[in-house]
């Protein structure tokens, strides 16, 4: 939860995808914790230089020093080149917690919408998901949230935004517009900021209530998510294995081996794992 807008943000990188122009294959992207608007940008490759630059010109010099940023542990975000940027402007960075991955559970649901709208878009129009990205972004922006009963675009801007049939075809907004009753409406909208933030501790309170955990024993067989490194593309296995559960490190983490008694290198949450069943 978030108080206020750009105070908190959510990064991730999704990919590879198919490659575009100028040998664009990923997609860095972070979302505002408070109304839900994303920022994304195509890329080539993966570096914490790039997590870097795309931190400071899309987010910072956009939208203010937020106070919290929220990732993975991928080396890429955990670099001391990051660490350090963000150290020195006042970001305070917290990495997924192997038991609670749900902690950065805004950048994956943001994951899901853009890859989403993205197949649609590239299956409908048969352009590239660099061309369609702008789109999908715009027509995430613009449409109601689930959680917030509101848009994101109006979250951010206090407003609703200008649609293109509405330069086309006058609408009662544009038609009726006075000035005086303009101002007093952003402040109306100003007055209900607080039921707005209500309305996220509601939302959260009903996720985390709703959060079961997966418990495995030693010896049961899994499957485990698919790394980004794991994935050729899209299309990819979204599940590898199976692997055995070698050790119950804590409350919903697991240490794994492979069949032959190798050991899968770090702790593995269980949402991120799944029976098999040969």
Not at 75 to 104: D, L, W, Y
Not at 108 to 134: C, F, H, M, T
Not at 201 to 227: C, E, I, M, S
């Amino acid at each position: 939860m978030s108080p206020w807008p750009f105070n908190k943000w959510g990064i991730d990188i999704l990919g590879p995808f198919s490659i575009a122009v100028r040998q664009l294959k990923f997609l860095i992207m972070v979302v505002d914790y408070f109304s839900k608007w994303i920022q994304a940008e195509p890329i080539a490759t993966i570096s914490a230089e790039k997590v870097k630059t795309f931190l400071w010109k899309s987010v910072v010099c956009r939208y203010g020093v937020p106070q919290v940023l929220v990732s993975d542990n991928g080396t890429q975000f955990s670099s001391a080149r990051v660490r350090k940027f963000c150290r020195g402007i006042g970001i305070r960075m917290t990495f997924t917690s192997v038991e609670h991955p749900q902690s950065n559970g805004q950048a994956e649901s943001a994951n899901k919408v853009i890859l989403s709208g993205l197949n649609k878009r590239v299956q409908d129009s048969g352009a590239s998901w660099v061309e369609e990205l702008p789109r999908v972004l715009w027509s995430y922006h613009t449409t109601v949230h689930s959680s917030t009963q509101d848009t994101p675009f109006n979250l951010v801007y206090g407003t609703d935004a200008m649609i293109p049939i509405e330069i086309t075809e006058p609408s009662v907004r544009t038609t009726a517009f006075s000035e005086v009753e303009s101002d007093q409406g952003r402040r109306v909208d100003l007055d209900l900021i607080a039921e707005t933030r209500a309305a996220h501790g509601r939302a959260a309170f009903k996720y985390n209530t709703k959060v079961v955990p997966r418990d495995f024993v030693v010896g049961d067989l899994v499957l485990k998510r698919a790394q980004l490194t794991q994935m050729r593309n899209k299309l990819s296995p979204k599940w590898v294995g199976p692997y055995k559960i070698d050790d119950v490190v804590g409350k919903g983490a697991y240490r794994l081996r492979t069949l032959d008694g190798g050991m899968i290198p770090r702790t593995w949450n269980a949402a991120n794992l799944r029976f098999y069943y040969s």
